[in-house]
């Protein structure tokens, strides 16, 4: 008997944190047809940057994966938000990742694995996901990472 | 009674500019479903690039937010020439807004008010749209900013 | 009588590589609807890097028009795996080319003419397809271009 997405959750012993607030007139993600596209999210927790700097100057990779999931738990939150309940997550179709990079860093992959890796722990199969990973020369808020999803829905409840 | 989204433009006094050609080989936009994806645009007039330079460097955050209302209005040339007018929008999905950064420009967000703002008040509930704010190293001809739109269109003549 | 994308491309006398493995835990398309969204691809050939630097620097833009050639093959080695034949492809939607970009290098679109050049000479009409050309900090393994493919699919065997 499998877990749904929901029990994984709670059994990986993972809270979300609140979904993050547009501060302007966008909104947290839109849907079109069963394509939800998720706006671009930091590793934001209570409204406040937990990590900021580039990789490759402040930051290691191993910050930078764990600024990664955090990211990533933002997504998820909005998502959440937007659909009632993850278990309505048909499948994640795509994640890009803009990592921050100082000069001559070029290990993007490893730090955007705190995602991915998140990802299929948490959705199996479902999770995997076509990936981007691109540095970023800025990011807002000197953010070390960002983070888009676009996720296919269930069109019934599941 | 509602004014449809053409009036509306012509009520805010907006006249489009000519819609950019491609110099090579891609086109415009694209559609696949109901899901018209444009090209990526520049603040551009009359075949001309208008304001260059970076944020951070040469540019103010003012100076980025009326590019990136240029800017947009070059995409909605696009979605215009494409659909034959803008009252068969049926939703503005996401906007991708590449901003060029100084090194330590991390206001990339107040940049991307410029055309965020003027997409609500454009097109009201149908203008809020899922978003991404980034800062590029470099972006084509020197230009400040590029934006990128996903529009849902209204598959029936509305 | 027209050739087929798979006889065209015999006639021109263009090889597939492998198509790269990724190498995390992510996978290298994911299909929702008749969309199919390409993971990252970098200029690799036999799972080696070919060329790496950046515009404006190690790299001319000749050498980048070269590696964006050989970058969109990549992609299209992974296009064929995912649907059996490139004949099932039913259209290119929008290919986003990052380019490593020294600092002033503004050359963008003509570097990834290297790609969109030669979908458009494989795929006629249909290769035509939106694009965006962005300057890129950094990119992984300092490869000096990444492209990302969105591709329309035939839902029946054509």
């Known amino acids: 008997m499998s877990m749904s997405f929901e029990e994984k959750l709670t059994a990986l012993g993972i809270v979300l944190p609140s ?3 547009p501060v302007a007139t966008y ?3 839109s849907q079109a047809g069963d394509l939800l596209f998720v706006s671009g999210v930091l590793p934001i927790r209570d409204g406040q940057l937990v990590v ?3 990789l490759g100057e402040e930051l290691t990779v191993e910050n930078g994966y764990e600024a990664a999931k955090l990211t990533l738990l933002n997504a998820l939150a909005i998502v959440r938000q937007e659909l009632g309940s993850l278990n309505r997550v048909k499948k994640i ?3 890009t990742g803009h990592v921050a990079s100082g000069v001559g860093f070029a290990d993007q992959p490893a730090v955007l694995n705190g ?3 998140l990802l299929v722990e948490l959705f199996g199969e ?3 996901h076509a990936r981007l990973a691109l540095g970023a020369a800025e990011l807002p ?3 070390p990472i960002e983070i888009e999803l676009i996720v296919q829905v269930q069109q019934e409840d599941s």
Chains 1, 2, 3 share one sequence.
């Open 19 to 21: 979904p993050p607030k």
């Open 27 to 29: 909104i947290p993600a």
């Open 52 to 54: 900021s700097g580039k």
């Open 93 to 95: 179709v795509r994640m």
């Open 115 to 117: 995602a991915s890796d």
């Open 126 to 128: 479902a999770g995997r």
């Open 141 to 143: 808020l000197h953010a």
